[in-house]
């Protein structure tokens, strides 16, 4: 599910769930680069694997996320090949990247605390990238087959709108341009997975083969679930009631 409420105490509660894994998101929520590590710290001690977005494919802020202590990375609005090349290459150290040393300063060498972290870095690090427009699907194939992306995933919502169907996920060309990008996926030899909260859809996506999923978020629990509340308790608002921003 997502953590999008830059809360460590909810991304806490959510870790304990039973769910596989989390999506702390920096791409539409207030998360920070503190937030991010408070949260970090606060699942850490569940079985769950924690993924996190940036809000922008940038070597810079990947490099500043990656020294948090961040392992598992999901790359927005990666349209090309070249565009996943540049993920690849911010997440890794020279010689196969361009990642700054600052180990010694980082909670994620525990501050040269892990032996030989600068050689082993690269095989703790997960570089995923999302597929969510209309070019991105015509390139899937070159990048998914990009060396150093291990593996996909295909955003729904921002695809639809580049093909003129904004919030319209369920389209059927929506539908058919993500089942066309997990073909290609495991054509690659690359896990792939899909946003899908409609459980319809997401078992469909299942069973066309998605290796993970995203099915909720905490903010649209607690939304639905406040509403939920409130709409078994309390009366219908009269005319004239203007409700609060």
Known sequence: MWVCSASPLVAEICAGSGLDWLLIDAEHSPNGLEAILAQLQAVRSYPVTAVVRPPVNDAVLIKQYLDLGVQSLLIPMVHTADDAAAAVAAAHYPPLGIRGVGSALARSARWNRI?????????????????????????????????????????????????????????????AAVEHCITVA??????????????????????????????????????????????KYIPEAGPGTTASY
């Open 115 to 175: 032996p030989d972290y600068l050689a082993r870095a690269s095989e703790t690090i997960t570089v995923m990238v999302q597929i969510e427009s209309r070019e991105a699907v015509e390139n899937a194939a070159a990048i998914a087959g990009t060396d150093g992306v291990d593996a996909v995933f295909i955003g729904p919502s921002d695809l639809a709108a580049s093909m003129g169907l904004l919030g319209q996920q369920e389209h059927p060309d929506v539908v």
């Open 186 to 231: 495991k054509a690659a030899g690359k896990p792939v997975g899909v946003n899908a909260f409609a459980e319809a859809t997401a078992r469909r996506y299942l069973e066309a083969g998605v290796d993970f999923i995203l099915v909720g978020a905490d903010v649209a629990l607690l939304a639905r679930g406040s509403e939920a509340l409130a709409a």
